[in-house]
């Protein structure tokens, strides 16, 4: 993938499978990718060249609305920021993932409560903003979590936490998606954090000419 103007890709050569239930750090530092790859993988952009396919599919090959609905369908997404609706509540967030699932509509709102008890949120009722920084993220993983996903994208999930939150945070993240038998891809700038993961992939710096072969990682 390259930028527009940009005199060189932020990455290649890139190769990687997650199967079911896996776990995968995707580790560099500022600039290298990490969050580029996560958007690749999600269909959120398309790459230059190569193939990202999700459960059997080609995901850059289906357009519009239907890239949407397949990514609602098979995607979860964990954000740094988290990016809850502060209008809505904790129940609400997540039922509004579930609205893009394959979930029956019928079982929407137990399987909301569900994820949510299973993650320690009681406070269904309550706004992001009366939730404490923890809190939301067990309601972002809930949300991932709705759709009964095969895939789950962390986009450096821990950043803003000091090491014994971002630990336990962790903790919760890689619990639940072996819980649920999602492939895990998760961005940290923390060489630290990727002991906790099954396979490390490498992202180089974009100065550095190596980039294909660093940003390898195997099957």
């Known amino acids: 993938f390259s930028y527009e103007g940009a005199d060189r ?14 776990t995968t750090a995707i580790v560099g530092s500022t600039g ?44 979860g997404m964990i954000f740094q920021t988290f990016q809850l609706l502060d209008g809505l509540s904790a129940l609400e967030n997540v039922l509004l993932a579930l609205m893009f699932s394959p979930v029956p509509p019928r079982e929407h709102d137990g399987r909301a409560r569900a994820l949510l008890d299973e ?18 993220q067990r309601v972002a993983v809930a949300r991932a979590l709705a759709c009964r996903p095969r895939l789950v994208l962390a986009d450096e999930p821990t950043a ?32 630290a954090m990727a002991h906790r993961f099954e396979r490390r992939l490498d992202l180089p710096d974009l100065g550095e000419p190596e980039r294909g072969e660093r940003g390898r990682g195997g099957a």
């Not at 959120?44 to 609305?65: F, K, M, S, T, Y």
């Not at 993650?119 to 939301?136: D, M, N, T």
């Open 160 to 191: 803003a936490l000091d090491p014994a939150r971002a630990a336990a945070a962790m903790d919760l993240i890689l619990g639940a998606c072996h819980r649920h038998g999602a492939a895990l891809l998760c961005t940290s700038h923390d060489p």
């Open 32 to 75: 290298s990718g990490k969050s580029t790859l996560l958007h690749v993988s999600a269909g959120l952009i398309d790459p230059a060249q190569g193939v990202v396919e999700v459960d059997g599919v080609d995901i850059h090959r289906l357009r519009g609305a239907a890239r949407d609905t397949f990514r609602g369908a098979r995607i």
């Open 9 to 22: 890709p932020v990455f290649q050569d890139v190769s990687l499978t997650a199967l079911p239930g896996s």
């Open 119 to 136: 993650l320690g949120i009681a406070r269904h009722g309550a706004r992001p903003g009366q939730l404490s920084v923890g809190q939301q």
